[in-house]
């Protein structure tokens, strides 16, 4: 027993090396590939900002209304709908939000890429197509900052990532600290992905069949944001994070819901990268292990307590993109984060369909 006690603070040291230099790099990560691009504030292009809706989110008129008011001079809103009769139309229309009805036919695709492709065919002649979810929320500006990377040919996609504002309950608190992870990896040139709740990017993408046919019918039709992500990468263009401007959604999610969408986006996740699954599980499984190891052998080694210090540095990191609002709940839901983290996963591993808007779409695992 004393050889195996000896075996696992060998290897638990080592995974907190390995865990405080990842620490260090995060820390010290400035987006050196972003400083490259030369972006120009004069970059002015007619958008179409494509809004797929389908029933009522929350706030859903308010929503719509701060996307129409942006302060970018040469853009038009417009909302897609399935049919007539979605219950999203009311909203819709007191925002004073044109819309139109999704009329492309697809074998593989989900009802939001049959929407954004919709809304490209009606209307060919913009030079940017962004797209926003209806349950965001935006500054006067996010259009502007969107937009303007695009000015650089070398980057394919603009992006940015929101922030999940919790509403009345703790479950809200934990997806607050649940987007986390995700902003985590926006901040890596080498990590970044495309999030389609609010993403922009030139018509040329999308303009010819080819492109349009693989974002239609590829195996990631299921999912607009890695379809988008994977068509940039194969044509060598790069990924922009948007950061600082954080589109808001209001989280007002009851348990079971939180856990269905938190499954939804790792299988997601997966979906675009296998590696992403193995990757996971290993990190999230250090973070877990270290966190064990330091509270259990606190009472009996002094030195212990030190492998806490990967959980004080996650602390660190919440409060300092917080800000002010990062309450302790807020705080410590972020630390314990891995274990749930590791729970998404696991799920995901062995998910091969997700409900998603009331659809059922089925998952062709990518072996990449």
């Known amino acids: 027993m004393g050889v195996l006690l000896q075996y696992y603070m060998v290897f638990i040291s080592a995974t907190f090396a390995c865990m405080l230099a990842i620490d260090m790099i995060k820390l010290k990560r400035r987006k050196e590939e972003d400083k490259a691009a030369q972006i120009s504030g004069k970059y002015l292009p007619r958008v179409l900002v494509i809004v797929p809706c389908r029933g009522t989110d929350r706030g859903l008129e308010a929503n719509l209304k701060s996307i129409k008011a942006q302060e970018y001079p040469y853009f038009r809103a417009l909302a897609v709908v399935d049919d007539a009769t979605d219950p999203a139309v009311d909203a819709i229309e007191k925002a004073g939000v044109d819309h139109i009805i999704a009329n492309v036919q697809c074998s593989k695709c989900s009802g939001k890429v049959k929407a954004i492709a919709s809304a490209i065919k009606m209307n060919p002649g913009y030079d940017v197509y962004a797209v926003a979810d209806s349950d965001i929320r935006v500054t006067r500006r996010w259009l502007s900052e969107l937009v303007v990377p695009l000015s650089d040919m070398k980057i394919g996609v603009s992006t940015m990532f929101p922030r999940f504002v919790p509403e009345g309950s703790i479950v809200s608190l934990l997806k607050f600290a649940w987007g986390f992870v995700g902003e985590g990896l926006m901040e890596g040139a080498t990590t970044r992905f495309v999030w389609g709740g609010s993403m922009a990017f030139r018509r040329s993408l999308l303009a010819e069949k080819r492109g349009m046919r693989f974002f239609l019918e590829s195996e990631f039709s299921v999912s607009d944001d890695i379809t988008i992500m ?83 540095i996650t602390a660190y990191r919440t409060r300092k993109r ?37 659809r059922v779409y089925s998952l062709r695992q990518n072996s990449s």
């Open 230 to 312: 994977k068509m940039a990468r194969r044509e060598g263009l790069g990924i922009w994070y948007v950061g600082g401007y954080h589109p808001k959604v209001i989280s007002a999610d009851n348990l079971p819901e939180f856990i269905e969408w938190s499954n939804r986006q790792a299988a997601l996740s997966v979906l675009g990268q296998r590696r992403n699954l193995y990757v996971g599980l290993a990190y999230y499984s250090a973070e877990s292990l270290l966190m064990i190891t330091g509270i259990v052998l606190a009472p009996y080694n002094p030195l212990a307590p030190v492998l806490l210090l990967h959980s004080a």
């Open 322 to 358: 917080v800000g002010d609002g990062a309450t302790a709940g807020a705080i410590i839901a972020s630390v314990l984060m891995p274990f749930l983290y590791l729970y998404n996963l696991a799920c995901a591993a062995f998910m091969r369909r997700i409900t998603w808007r009331g």
